[in-house]
């Protein structure tokens, strides 16, 4: 079994500042993770994942996302906020072994003010 | 390349009408998925496929069917249109790699049942 859970529908920051969306997961065995990003009417975009290996994980539009196993979580983060990060913010989990379909949370929307 | 295409981008139906949601990807991909995204569900998967001939149900996979002819086309057909189908659909795919890989996402088709 695998879910995922995005604790907050919607993050507030001001542009410049730095931001987190939160993704908690559960798995029974090794988790893949995924950040996606859906931008108004249009299809979802890859940002990062993790897969093994170095718990940090960087990946487009200077977003990085850390896994921490023991909190089993993959914030996403990013040091200094844009307006146009604007969007809404999916996770994903799926675990390894298991179904190739991986399951989404919610969404989180992200809204940077100027 | 142009990647996944859905079409249509918008449509209207009457309440009892059927209709076939097209999805094309010219990657190559092994596996192609249709999720639903709802405001507050985030996406749910309706049906999946791991390759031509193979298709294989979701979470909400009642009121529509799929095929897999080819490798290329993933379409999906509502029999009876109900307005609780009123939704925003779209079409993944992603190549076999035991799920090691991130979907690539199709545009999106919003569809209103009246």
């Known amino acids: 079994a695998q879910s995922v859970a995005q604790p907050e529908d919607q993050v507030n920051v001001a542009e410049g500042n730095p931001l987190t969306v939160k993704c908690t997961y559960s798995?029974?065995?090794?988790?893949?993770l995924f950040w996606y990003v859906q931008y108004p009417n249009r299809g979802l975009q890859f940002l990062l994942k993790?897969?093994?290996?170095?718990?940090l994980v960087k990946g487009s539009y200077g977003f990085e996302a850390e896994f921490n196993k023991s909190q089993t979580s993959f914030h996403l983060k990013k040091p200094s906020a844009l307006v146009s990060d604007s969007a809404l913010y999916f996770c994903?989990?799926?675990?390894?072994?298991?179904?190739?379909?991986?399951?989404f949370g919610r969404g989180t929307s992200l809204i940077v003010h100027p | 390349n142009a990647g996944v295409t859905q079409t249509p981008k918008f449509q209207v139906l009457k309440t009892g009408q059927s209709m076939t949601l097209q999805c094309a990807q010219d990657?190559?991909?092994?596996?192609m998925s249709w999720y639903r995204q709802d405001p507050g569900m985030g996406l749910r998967l309706i049906h999946y496929?791991?390759?031509?001939?193979?298709?294989d149900q979701g979470e909400v996979p009642n009121g529509y069917n799929v095929s897999r002819s080819t490798t290329e086309d993933f379409p999906l057909r509502l029999l009876s249109a109900a307005p609780s189908q009123t939704s925003v659909y779209f079409c993944?795919?992603?190549?076999?790699?035991?799920?090691?890989?991130?979907?690539?996402f199709g545009p999106g088709t919003r569809l209103t049942v009246t």
């Open positions: 496929s791991v390759g031509a001939g193979i298709t």
């Open positions: 798995v029974s065995g090794n988790p893949y």
């Open positions: 990657m190559n991909h092994e596996y």
């Open positions: 994903a989990v799926r675990v390894a072994g298991g179904s190739y379909i991986p399951t």
């Open positions: 993944a795919s992603s190549p076999r790699d035991r799920g090691l890989v991130e979907q690539y």
């Open positions: 993790y897969i093994t290996g170095d718990n």
